[in-house]
Nanobody, 125 residues
Framework: QVQLMESGGGSVQAGGSLRLSCAAS??????????MGWFRQAPGKQREGVAF?????DTDYVDSVKGRFTIAKDKGSLYLQMDNLKPEDTAMYYC???????????????????WGQGTQVTVSS
């Protein structure tokens, strides 16, 4: 069982930055054996995956955030650096994990088993 807990959300103006963190823990958790990702869901919209990191550290992003968001992991934590934020980035952001030794491009296709409770990001124009 893996537990995930996000932090770092908040309200910013367009063009601003936020850094989300996700602390991972669990009896069997070994950060190197998981695909991990950041997902978001805006009101009235479907949840979408925005950034993924594979077991060996490679990354993949949805087109709408490429060049603005950076995903990284360090031992028991996952991060999402968000720069040049836009109002359309407003959403609840979740970190998620699934046991896998795939690279990031395949990680984005998986069904994620472990989820955090979410952290709200609001970007005003």
């Amino acid at each position: 069982q893996v537990q995930l807990m996000e932090s770092g959300g908040g309200s910013v103006q367009a063009g601003g930055s936020l850094r989300l963190s996700c602390a991972a823990s669990g009896d069997t958790y070994s950060y190197s054996d998981y695909c991990m990702g950041w997902f978001r869901q805006a009101p009235g919209k479907q949840r979408e995956g925005v950034a993924f990191i594979g077991y060996d550290g490679d990354t993949d992003y949805v087109d709408s955030v490429k060049g603005r968001f950076t995903i990284a992991k360090d031992k028991g934590s996952l991060y999402l650096q968000m720069d040049n934020l836009k109002p359309e980035d407003t959403a609840m952001y979740y970190c998620a994990a699934v046991t896998s030794r795939y690279g990031a491009s395949l990680c984005r296709r998986l069904t994620y088993l472990y989820w955090g409770q979410g952290t709200q990001v609001t970007v005003s124009s």
